[in-house]
């Protein structure tokens, strides 16, 4: 059984003396006391405990919950806060972690209930917000707090400027916060030029996208910098001097979200990223840098002569504008925008997703409104392989949940590469221009046996489920017949495939032999297994330096863009693994620091 972990969240005197004018100005009577509740959250059950004093509700302790780390987890604490400063459930649900922050509001509700308060009256509550327009002015301001974010406005901070990051969901993080953290880097001055050779090795495909190696090399030459930055935190990592790899510790709780991670074959890869973000925004914090939570901007203040001089944002407290000599535009992917996919990367439209819910292209809109110029290249990052597209227990993951036994074939019914290779390995062998991102997984019943969920996704198609797809039947020809594909061509490929399971060696693509097992025992099952991309990446062409550049190649004076946002010079034609990050913590320092040295 989980241990039970305890977050209370204090409050002064002043507080509670204001939580008992509100118990007394509101009809409904509480009875003082402890009442534990509980409600089902995005991972289990939310379990509190709810102190009443005087009628009032004095404090809220979370007692066990396995919401995601840095999101979940956060929201809920976030919750508590509010419902006992404002004396009522009518709280805004935290952006970007809404599922747990309704449940949190359902556990307290059913506290109430149990205090013998109608919960319906406390959700009623009306809470005031005094709305103000007003210019704020800073040396720079940072769109956008994800990996790149936090680390563009702590570089900028340390090196004198005045910062303000602004970020639209009420977490920060971004999709980075999802993620193992792992990103390639160079301890060292010496390391640099490897770590280079490194990164355009693993961008194995090239044919259409060119890795640009100046840049490359351009953004690895702050690496020592970079973890020096990332060491000064406090943060706890290790680095691969094999792999070139930067590896933050995960977190208490991110090792208890991932102990109840499910993997057939593979180990399950502990979370690191949440722990380093956590670390950027506390040291942000300390540092009194202003952070402005559910603040969307919407529009770059620029001058007749083209220079960037503001960013507008919208908040539930009024419309800012915010003035600076540099916007540094760390906004993500546009993944969640199914117009802007239409308009500049028709092939990811509709695909299943797994970046952050607030990455909808509101800075590379922005950008382009300025005179930024796309990119040529926009594709997918690729993500991991999931039979249920709204179940991602593994993102982040560098492994997919089916058993590597499995026969992984695409919509021809043709095997392309080892079941075993890993996501980012797989994913360039489906991607389909007019069609969702998927491939199938077939396997007889000794492998279906292992299949994780299997008899649940089987029920779902059966009862019509309108993504959920699986099959079983009594030969490879009738499975074909229900998944579409030509049968003589699917048969060909188990045939092909149960010869080289016989000769004990996959000379096709190298499949360990241990997970060779012929797909013969007269029973076959066929799952949809969807390609859960972590976002796009190409957006606008920027400098080595992150200044964002327009049609005739000249830099716009006063923005910058970094991260995802700037992304199409990194990779090859595919996304390999480790470089999004790498290019996020590098492209924030690099930018932190061009922002604060212009003119």
């Given at each position: 059984m989980k241990s039970l972990k305890t977050a209370i969240f204090c409050i002064?005197?002043?507080?509670l003396f204001s939580a008992a004018f509100c118990a007394f100005a509101?009809?409904?009577?509480?009875?003082?006391?402890?009442?534990q509740a509980s409600a089902t959250g995005i991972e289990g059950e939310i379990s509190i405990e709810v102190s009443i004093?005087?009628?009032?509700?004095?404090d809220i302790s979370i007692l066990e919950d396995n919401e995601t780390a840095g999101v979940g987890a956060k929201a809920i604490g976030i919750i508590a806060e509010e419902v006992v400063a404002n004396q009522s459930l009518a709280v805004d649900s935290v952006a970007g972690a809404t599922i747990s922050s309704a449940a949190m509001k359902a556990a307290i509700a059913n506290a109430i209930t149990e205090a013998g308060g109608d919960a319906n009256e406390w959700k009623s509550r009306e809470i005031a917000v005094e709305a103000v327009d007003e210019t704020l002015e800073y040396d720079v301001v940072v769109v956008g707090a994800g990996l790149t974010g936090l680390t563009a406005?702590?570089?900028?901070?340390?090196?004198?400027?005045?910062?303000?990051?602004?970020?639209?969901?009420?977490?920060?993080?971004?999709?980075?916060?999802?993620?193992?953290?792992?990103?390639?880097?160079?301890?060292?001055?010496?390391?640099?030029?490897?770590v280079a050779e490194n990164w355009n090795k693993r961008n194995k495909i090239q044919e259409v996208n060119q890795v640009n190696m100046d840049k490359v090399t351009s953004l690895l030459d702050v690496s020592p910098e970079v973890i020096a930055?990332?060491?000064?935190?406090?943060?706890?990592?290790?680095y691969d001097e094999e792999t070139f790899t930067f590896c933050p510790t995960p977190s208490e709780k991110s090792l208890e979200n991932c102990a109840v991670i499910e993997m057939a074959d593979a180990p399950v890869k502990n979370k690191g990223c949440e722990s380093l973000i956590s670390s950027l925004e506390s040291k942000l914090l300390e540092d009194g840098v202003d952070i402005y939570m559910n603040t969307r901007a919407t529009q770059l203040v620029q001058e007749e002569d083209g220079r960037v001089t503001g960013v507008i944002a919208d908040s539930k407290k009024g419309v800012k504008t915010f003035?600076?000599?540099?916007?540094?535009?760390?906004?993500?992917?546009?993944?969640?925008n199914n117009d802007l996919n239409a308009d500049i990367a028709p092939e990811t439209v509709g695909e299943y997703t797994a970046t952050a819910v607030g990455n909808t292209g509101d800075g590379l809109t922005m950008a382009l409104d300025a005179g930024a110029v796309l990119h040529a290249y926009q594709e997918?990052?690729?993500g991991n392989f999931n039979a249920d597209p709204y179940d991602m227990p593994v993102v982040g993951q560098p492994n997919n949940q089916f058993p590597f036994s499995i026969v992984l074939v695409d919509r021809d019914g043709l095997r392309k590469v080892s079941e075993a290779a890993g996501p980012h390995d797989q994913q360039v062998f489906f991607i389909h221009e007019d069609d969702l991102d998927y491939a199938w997984a077939i396997m007889d019943q000794e492998i279906a046996d292992r299949f994780l969920n299997l008899d649940t996704y089987l029920e779902k198609t059966e009862n019509g489920n309108p993504y959920i797809v699986a099959y079983k039947a009594d030969s490879i020809e009738d499975l074909a017949g229900q998944m579409g594909v030509d049968a003589a061509a699917l048969s060909e490929t188990i045939a092909h495939y149960n010869e080289l399971c016989e000769a004990g060696e996959d000379t096709d693509f190298g499949k360990a032999a241990d997970y060779l097992s012929a797909i013969d025992d007269g029973t076959y099952y066929a799952v949809k297994e969807y390609d859960m991309t972590r976002g796009n990446y190409g957006g606008i062409l920027t400098s080595d330096s992150f200044e964002v550049i327009d049609a005739d190649g000249n830099a716009i004076p006063g923005l910058y863009a970094a991260g995802l946002i700037?992304?199409?010079?990194?990779?090859?034609?595919?996304?390999?693994?480790?470089?999004a990050l790498s290019l996020d913590a590098h492209a924030g320092y690099i930018a932190g620091m061009a922002a604060t040295a212009a003119e």
């Open positions: 002064s005197f002043t507080l509101f009809a409904d009577e509480l009875s003082d006391g402890k009442y004093e005087d009628g009032a509700i004095t406005a702590l570089t900028a901070e340390q090196n004198g400027a005045k910062v303000a990051l602004l970020e639209k969901l009420g977490i920060v993080g971004g999709t980075s916060v999802f993620s193992s953290g792992n990103f390639l880097a160079a301890s060292t001055e010496e390391l640099k030029k490897d930055l990332y060491e000064g935190l406090g943060a706890e990592f290790t003035t600076a000599k540099s916007i540094i535009l760390a906004t993500g992917d546009y993944a969640r997918s990052l690729s700037s992304s199409g010079d990194y990779f090859g034609d595919y996304y390999p693994g480790r470089e």
